[in-house]
């Protein structure tokens, strides 16, 4: 039996369309030179990433889906404002996923942007400068490899 490529789940939160559309285009660079297939799916903001990653694990283990997900990788990005509340999003987002990592054993390769400017953002994101989208798919693609390495 041929095992088939190992597919990733792409979960981008859309809060900020120019700026996840830079990270998405770099992220979808890096896992197609590797082979690897992958699946978009939209999420509102940072603080639902998490939660869509739960929703696909719920759906693999109640086969819900036939998908199987080697790794994730999340994409998004909050731009600090005039209040705390950017402290409160970043720091729940980052803990959500940590926290499923952790629990679950998930290769993820985490591509969220937290910056003070939208400038700072913008650079980050464009797959031309900093390219955070292909790095945070080239950090899934590691975490898939040393899972595979270690046996599970």
Do not use: W
Not at 103 to 110: K, M, P
Not at 112 to 126: H, K, N, P, S, Y
Not at 141 to 152: A, D, H, R, Y
Request: charge should be neutral; hydrophobic fraction near 45%; glycine fraction near 10%.
């Amino acid at each position: 039996m041929v095992s088939a490529a190992p597919r990733v789940l792409i979960v981008e939160a859309r809060f900020y369309d120019d700026i996840t559309d830079h990270l998405v285009k770099g992220a979808i660079q890096e896992l197609t030179e590797h082979g690897v297939g992958y699946k978009r799916i939209i999420a509102p903001g940072i603080l639902e990433l998490p939660a869509v990653i739960r929703f696909a694990i719920r759906a693999m283990e109640l086969r819900a889906i036939e998908e199987r997900y080697a790794g994730y990788v999340v994409l998004g990005c909050a731009i600090r404002g005039e209040t705390d509340h950017y402290e409160h999003v970043c720091r729940e987002a980052m803990r959500g996923i940590q926290d499923l990592i952790l629990e679950y054993s998930l290769a993820v390769g985490n591509g969220i942007l937290t910056c003070g400017t939208r400038e700072q953002a913008v650079e980050r994101a464009r797959f031309d400068q900093k390219n955070i989208g292909g790095k945070a798919a080239a950090a899934c693609l590691s975490m898939m490899q040393i899972k595979k390495e270690i046996g599970l």
